[in-house]
Antibody, heavy 116, light 107 residues
Framework: QVRLLESGPGLVKPSETLSLTCTVS????????WSWIRQSPGKGLEWIGY???????NYNPSLKSRVTISVNTSKNQFSLKLTSVTAADTAVYYC??????????WGQGTLVTVSS | DIQMTQSPSSVSASVGDRVTITCRAS??????LAWYQQKPGKAPKPLIY???SLQSGVPSRFSGSGSGTDFTLTISSLQPEDFATYYC?????????FGQGTRLELK
């Protein structure tokens, strides 16, 4: 059974870097598409980007200058880094498997608050 | 970006009712349209992909239809566990985008 679990700090200071990791079990991360999605009251659900074949990425243009998604195949994990965060980046962050035609499996989500 | 607009924003219904939720794309997305169900404090759960294909394990009372710009999600006979928020999502072009959600409430 495929499972995804997000981990990382729940509080990040403004202007710093948000870093999250998604640990995947039940399937190899070396194939398929792996996405990050966030949800905030103000902007609803927002796709951040995905990585596939361990090295190819596609990011939402609205975040592209600040986002990096990478894979650690030895740990079957993928990660999100979002730089120069502001209060607008406060959201529940989800990792998910897939992209098109849909996101098949989701992690439980982790709330990240940007505040000093 | 392709904008996804759902209607209604909220709907009240009773157990056993038939409910239809509409999703409209600002430009054509072919059949690259998915539906999700979300309950409070939980991640979205996939229901439908490719506009009309039922995700494995999803009850057959859920169905999807449409192509191009107009899509519908229908629940044929509401069950107590169906009261939740529903989202559509297009996967035709980047960036993938979601609708604003339709809240299905118990009347």
């Amino acid at each position: 059974q495929v499972r995804l679990l997000e981990s990382g700090p729940g509080l990040v200071k403004p202007s710093e870097t948000l870093s999250l990791t998604c640990t995947v079990s039940g399937v190899s991360i070396s194939s398929l598409y792996w996405s990050w999605i966030r949800q905030s009251p103000g902007k609803g659900l927002e796709w951040i980007g995905y990585i596939y074949d361990t090295a190819n990425t596609n990011y939402n243009p609205s975040l592209k200058s600040r986002v990096t998604i990478s894979v650690n195949t030895s740990k079957n994990q993928f990660s999100l880094k979002l730089t120069s965060v502001t209060a607008a980046d406060t959201a529940v962050y989800y990792c998910a498997m897939g992209g098109a035609p849909n996101f098949d499996y989701w992690g439980q989500g982790t709330l990240v608050t940007v505040s000093s | 970006d392709i904008q996804m607009t759902q209607s209604p924003s909220s709907v009240s219904a009773s157990v056993g009712d038939r409910v239809t939720i509409t999703c409209r794309a600002s430009q054509g997305v072919s059949d690259w349209l998915a539906w999700y169900q979300q309950k409070p404090g939980k991640a979205p759960k996939p229901l439908i992909y490719s506009a009309s294909s039922l995700q494995s394990g999803v009850p057959s009372r859920f169905s999807g239809s449409g192509s191009g710009t107009d899509f519908t999600l229908t629940i044929s006979s509401l069950q107590p566990e169906d009261f939740a928020t529903y989202y559509c999502q297009q996967a035709n072009s980047f960036p993938f985008t979601f609708g604003q959600g339709t809240r299905l409430e118990l009347k």
